[in-house]
C-alpha cells in the first residue's frame, strides 16, 4: 500500500495546510504538445547532472500535453494520458483517478507540485528546503539520498532521491524529491512510483520536472491596511503592550510583521482575534538577528475558529519580531481582516550579566554594544571592563533609567585606583543618569563599577543600560 501524495505532503511542517481538504476546481482543459504559453526568458543555469542516486528510467518518450497555471506561476509538460487535479496550493499529476483523489494506491505513479512563500529567514538554501520535504519520508525501510543541485525551470534547484518504504506504507517505492525557488516562492516536487512500475514511470517523471518553465505569478491585488509595508522585519511596525492593530492581507502570500521592546524574564503573550471569515492564522515569534523562536496556529481555536495564541517568556532584553500569514496563503482582501495583541507579564529577574559583582566576574564592554543590567537587590554592584587604546578618548554613561534606580559609576584602573567618579553626568538629557569621560593614558584594561547612590533599592524599575563610546584624537 502506497501512501498518497497528498498525505506525505500534509505533513510537512513548511507546507501544512496547502494541500489539505482541497477544492475541486474544474480540471483544465488538456493542450496538445507544442509550443507553451508565452514566459519571461530566463537566463539558464549551467546545466548540472543528475545525481548518480536517482533511480534509473527505462521508458521511452510519449506523447505529452502542456500544463500551465498562472497563479501557480509554472507550467510543464506531462503524458497525454495522465490526470490532473489542482489543489489550494497546487497541482497533482497522476496515472489514475485514484493517485490524484489522495487516496492511497498500489500501482501506478503521480507527481505533486506544491508552491508557498517561503518564510522570514527559515530556509538558508534550496538544499536545506528540499532536504525538509525529503524527510517526510524518513523510516527504518526507506533510503534518502544527499541533496543534489539541479537546474530546474532555469534555476538552480536540488533533488534528493528515495527508495524503500515510506513510514506509513507497506509498499516498495522509487521516487525523488526536488525543489527550486522562484520570485521568493518555494516549489517543491514531489514524484512517487510504486517499484515494481519505475521502468515505465520513472522516466515520465523526470521529464516533467525537466520541462518545469517559471512564470510571474498572478496576484489579486488589494487595498493595503494602513500598517503596509510591513512585509519583512526591517519593516515590521511597532507594537504597544495591551493594544491591538487592526490588519488584513492585501495580497496572496502577504506576510505582516509587528515589533515589541521586550524585557528579560517578562512573559509575552501574543494572539490574534476577530478574524474574517477566510483567514487562518498562524503566528512566527522571531529573536532581533531574524532566528525563529517559536511559532502557533491554532491556539486560541477554542475560543475562535482558527485564532493563534502563544506565550514566550524573555531570555534577554531585546527587540522581538512577530510575523502573522495565512495558513494556506490562498486568500486575501475582503474576508482576510484580523487583529494582532501583545501582553506582558512582569517577572522581576537578575540581569543576564549576573554574577558580576567584583572586577574578575566584570562583563566585557564594547563600543556600540550596550548591556542591560539592573540591580537585583539593594547594594548590588555591576562590574563591566574594556580595553582602552593610548590617547583614545572613552565616554562611558547610563540611560535609559528605571524609576528605582540614580546610577553612580567609579572608573578604576587595572590595580583597583580610582581614575573618576560621577553621579549626575547627564542629568540635563535624563535625570540621574551617569556620564564619565577619560582619555586612555596607555593601552590597558580599565573597570567600570556601577552602583545606586543610596544603596537602598533592588528589584523592579532598577534596570538601566550602560554604553561605551569610543572617539579617537
Known amino acids: ?71 501557480l506561476g509554472i507550467s510543464l509538460a506531462y503524458p497525454m494520458e495522465w490526470l490532473v ?21 498500489m500501482a501506478g505513479a503521480g507527481l505533486a507540485v506544491s508552491v508557498a512563500p517561503l518564510p522570514n529567514a527559515e530556509w538558508q538554501s534550496v538544499e536545506e528546503l528540499c532536504a525538509s520535504q525529503a524527510s517526510v519520508f524518513n523510516s527504518e525501510e526507506m533510503e534518502i539520498g544527499e541533496p543534489q543541485l539541479r537546474n530546474i525551470g532555469g534555476q538552480v534547484g536540488a533533488l534528493i532521491s528515495l527508495q524503500g518504504i515510506p513510514g506509513l506504507g507497506q509498499t516498495q517505492t522509487k521516487g525523488l524529491v526536488a525543489a527550486a525557488i522562484w520570485d521568493d516562492w518555494a516549489y517543491t516536487f514531489v514524484a512517487l512510483s510504486v517499484a515494481r512500475e519505475w521502468a515505465t514511470h520513472g522516466a515520465s517523471l523526470g521529464r516533467m520536472i525537466e520541462s518545469v518553465e517559471f512564470t510571474p505569478r498572478e496576484r489579486p491585488e488589494y487595498v493595503p491596511d494602513p500598517w503596509e509595508p510591513d512585509d519583512t522585519l526591517s519593516d515590521a511596525t511597532e507594537i504597544e503592550m495591551s493594544s491591538a492593530q487592526a490588519h488584513d492581507l ?112 566584570a562583563t566585557l564592554l564594547k563600543p556600540g554594544k550596550p548591556q ?23 565616554v562611558i554613561e547610563t540611560f535609559n533609567l528605571g524609576s528605582s534606580v540614580d546610577t553612580v559609576l567609579h572608573l578604576l584602573d587595572e590595580q583597583g585606583n580610582e581614575l573618576a567618579w560621577d553621579d549626575d553626568g547627564r542629568a540635563e538629557e535624563e535625570a540621574l543618569a ?38 579617537w584624537p
Not at 487535479?85 to 494506491?105: D, H, L, M, P
Not at 569621560?437 to 590597558?444: E, K, N, V
Open 1 to 71: 500500500m502506497l501512501v498518497s501524495l497528498l498525505h506525505l505532503l500534509a505533513q510537512s511542517t513548511f507546507f501544512v495546510g496547502c494541500l489539505d481538504s482541497p477544492a475541486s476546481p474544474p480540471t483544465p482543459t488538456p493542450v496538445p504538445s507544442g509550443p507553451g504559453p508565452s514566459a519571461p526568458t530566463l537566463t539558464p543555469t549551467p546545466s548540472l547532472p543528475v545525481p548518480t542516486s536517482t533511480p534509473t528510467a527505462l521508458a521511452t518518450e510519449g506523447p505529452t500535453q502542456s500544463y500551465f497555471n498562472a497563479t
Open 85 to 105: 487535479r489542482e489543489t489550494e496550493g497546487g497541482v497533482v499529476f497522476g496515472t489514475s483517478q485514484q493517485v490524484i483523489a489522495g487516496g492511497e494506491f
Open 250 to 361: 492585501h495580497t496572496l502570500g502577504d506576510r505582516d510583521y509587528v515589533r515589541f521592546e521586550a524585557t528579560r524574564g517578562h512573559v509575552y503573550t501574543i494572539e490574534t482575534a476577530n478574524l474574517g471569515q477566510d483567514i487562518d492564522t498562524r503566528i512566527f515569534l522571531y529573536d532581533a538577528e531574524g532566528r525563529l523562536l517559536t511559532h502557533n496556529d491554532d491556539g486560541r481555536g477554542l475560543e475562535e475558529p482558527w485564532a493563534s495564541r502563544l506565550r514566550w517568556t524573555a531570555e534577554r532584553t531585546d527587540s522581538l519580531y512577530l510575523m502573522v500569514k495565512d495558513v494556506g496563503d490562498d486568500d486575501a482582501g475582503p474576508g482576510t481582516s484580523y487583529e494582532i495583541r501583545v501582553w506582558e507579564e512582569i517577572h522581576f529577574v537578575e540581569d543576564e550579566y549576573e554574577p558580576d559583582g567584583s572586577p574578575d566576574l
Open 372 to 394: 542591560v543590567h539592573n540591580l537585583h537587590v539593594p547594594g548590588d554592584q555591576d562590574w563591566i571592563r574594556f580595553e582602552a587604546r593610548a590617547g583614545n578618548i572613552f
Open 434 to 471: 551617569s556620564r564619565i569621560q577619560w582619555r586612555a593614558q596607555g593601552d590597558t584594561s580599565l573597570y567600570v563599577m556601577i552602583h545606586d547612590s543610596g544603596d537602598d533599592d533592588g528589584g523592579p524599575e532598577t534596570e538601566y543600560r550602560v554604553r561605551l563610546l569610543e572617539t
